[in-house]
């Protein structure tokens, strides 16, 4: 195998799992991406949830997140209340319907995880997340 990129490489490993979360949540309401923003607010349901830490928690531009939230709320998944302190601020809230997903959801987050590390020692693990934890500040604007 040649020597590529770490870029390309991770393009490809994104691309890949971008598929293959498709594909696992062919069967469901949710896109993908929408899985990984259901699992997200699920695990944290007892946080205030704003437009603007999807886009952080993703690396979304404000106008995807907002396709994506909205197509949220068309599906019945979501809905936003606006706050008392400051009705510009949207707090994103689940519906009754997405949390009859949220063991589904978990389930294809945990197979997406099992897959992915197979066979891959822990500590290899280890020194990949700190590698792309560090490259992900590199990034920082």
């Known amino acids: 195998m040649q020597d590529l990129p770490a870029a390309f490489l991770i393009g490809k490993l994104s691309n890949r799992m971008r598929r293959t979360l498709a594909e696992m949540s062919s069967s469901s309401p949710y896109t993908g991406t929408q899985g990984k923003v259901l699992h997200y607010l699920i695990a944290g349901k007892e946080d205030a ?5 999807i886009e952080q ?17 068309e599906n019945g998944l979501i809905y936003r209340i606006a706050e008392q302190h400051d009705a510009r601020l949207k707090r994103i809230m689940i519906t009754d319907k ?3 997903y949220a063991e589904t959801v ?8 099992r897959t992915l590390t197979r066979s891959i020692k822990p500590k290899d693990l280890e020194a990949f997340k700190k590698v792309c934890q560090k ?3 590199n ?3």
């Open 139 to 141: 990034l920082e604007y």
């Open 49 to 53: 949830v704003y437009q603007k830490d």
């Open 98 to 100: 997405a949390l009859e």
């Open 106 to 113: 978990q389930k294809d987050m945990d197979e997406m995880e």
């Open 135 to 137: 490259m992900l500040s």
């Open 57 to 73: 928690e993703f690396t979304l531009r404000p106008s995807s997140a907002t396709e994506l939230l909205k197509k949220m709320e």
